[in-house]
Every structure is written in C-alpha cells, then in structure tokens.
C-alpha cells in the first residue's frame, strides 16, 4: 500500500532540473507533497487531489494522473535551500494518508 | 501561535518501560496522527483521530495505544517498550482528514532509544 517513490536520490547543481515520481498501485484520492531538511520536520508543500490538476508555487510544481496513480514532482532551477527529502503521500482510503520512503535531493554550488 | 508541540524531545527508556508521548495543538485542528520515521521506511502511520474521542489504526498500530479526549491533545502510549521501537516519531494535525485541500503540519518530534 506505500506508494512508491523514484528515484531514490538525486544530485543536482544549482539552476538544474529535477522529477520526482511517486506511484501507487491503488485509487488515489489526493496526493501530498512534502520537503525534510536533516533532523527537522517534514513541511507541507501542496496537495493534489481528483481531477489531474497541476499546482504549483515558486518553481516547484506537481502533477497528479489519477488514472495512472502517480503524481510527479517538478523542480525547475534548483537553488541550495530545495536540498532535503521529498515525501509523497497518498490516500487510498478516508483519512489514512500513507508516504511513501523518500527521494532524497542534493543541491550543490 | 506555537503550532504542534510535542514533548519530550528527547527520551531513553529500558525494555519494557512504558511511557507517553504528548502532543497537542493549538490551531482548533480536528484531524490528528502519529508517524514514527525508521531510515529508509520512510514515515509510517501508527494511529490517527478524526476529531475528539474518535481513533483508528494506521500501518503499524501494535504496541501503541492513543486516545483523543480533546481536540487539542492526541497522546501516544508505548505499553511496554521494545528495541524495535526506536525512533523518530512525528505528531501531525490538519483542519480535516486526508481528502481536503489542507496539508498537515508537523511537530519537531520525539527521538525516542529503547534499550
């Protein structure tokens, strides 16, 4: 039931592009995207729910295909502070939000 | 407006201790959770609370009991602590369950070492 992320880990030079995946082998009702700096909280960056919206802020956006259950992550001009670990997180069913293990992004000068 | 407080931060305990995690929020938020966080398992539910005095299971329930007699307040009892449950564990709440247009907010967690 935990959806599953790729890559696992990316290495980025600042100004560079990077997507993430995250797919779930059940119905979507939303998907969540959040960033964890080492040894902080994870912080909430947007929602997606039905209806395959793409939402964005910044130069970080997100898509969701519910049809294929996946959602993907794009961030566009990567600066030093997009470094951390990116989280999905999906729900199947009401209430349950499930994440999946974690895309971990490097940002270097 | 402190947010999600959770405390202790820090916490070791012998096998077979039992302790309570406390976590409370201050936003009027109905939906409350409990996550642990292994490395490379990534955030996993434990139990969650759609509003006072309701609780449910998440992933990994056993070993935990919760109960949600305020809205503000969502404790996490270990009945009798094991290895395997050292961890991070994070305390999460939100205006409303999963399916709205609300994100969670987390607290700073709890490290907790069992050994």
């Known amino acids: 039931q935990q959806p599953v992320q790729s890559p696992q880990a990316v290495i980025l030079r600042e100004g560079e592009d990077a997507v993430i995946n995250c797919s779930s082998s059940?119905?979507?009702?939303?998907v969540h995207w959040y960033r964890q700096k080492h040894g902080e909280a994870p912080v909430f960056l947007m929602i997606?729910?039905?209806?395959?919206e793409q939402k964005g802020h910044d130069k970080i956006s997100a898509s969701f295909n519910e049809k294929k259950q996946q959602s993907s992550l794009y961030l566009t001009a990567s600066q030093l502070s997009y470094s951390g670990t990116y989280f999905c997180?999906?729900?199947?069913?009401?209430?349950?939000?499930?994440f999946g293990t974690g895309t971990r992004l490097q940002v270097f000068p | 407006n402190a947010g999600v407080t959770q405390t202790p931060k820090f916490q070791v305990l012998k096998t077979g201790q039992s302790m309570t995690l406390q976590c409370a929020q201050d936003?009027?938020?109905?939906?409350m959770s409990w996550y642990r966080q292994d490395p490379g398992m990534g955030l996993r539910l434990i139990h969650y609370?759609?509003?006072?005095?309701?609780?449910d299971q998440g992933e990994v329930p056993n070993g935990y009991n919760v109960s949600r007699s305020t809205t503000e307040d969502f404790p996490l009892r270990l009945l009798s602590a094991a290895p395997s449950q050292t961890s991070v564990y994070f305390c999460?709440?939100?205006?409303?369950?999963?399916?709205?247009?609300?994100?969670?907010?987390f607290g700073s967690g709890t490290r907790l070492t069992v050994v």
């Open positions: 059940k119905a979507l009702y939303s």
């Open positions: 997180g999906t729900e199947v069913n009401t209430d349950k939000l499930i």
């Open positions: 997606l729910l039905k209806g395959g």
């Open positions: 609370s759609v509003g006072a005095g309701i609780t």
């Open positions: 936003m009027n938020h109905e939906y």
């Open positions: 999460a709440s939100s205006p409303a369950g999963a399916v709205t247009n609300y994100g969670y907010t």
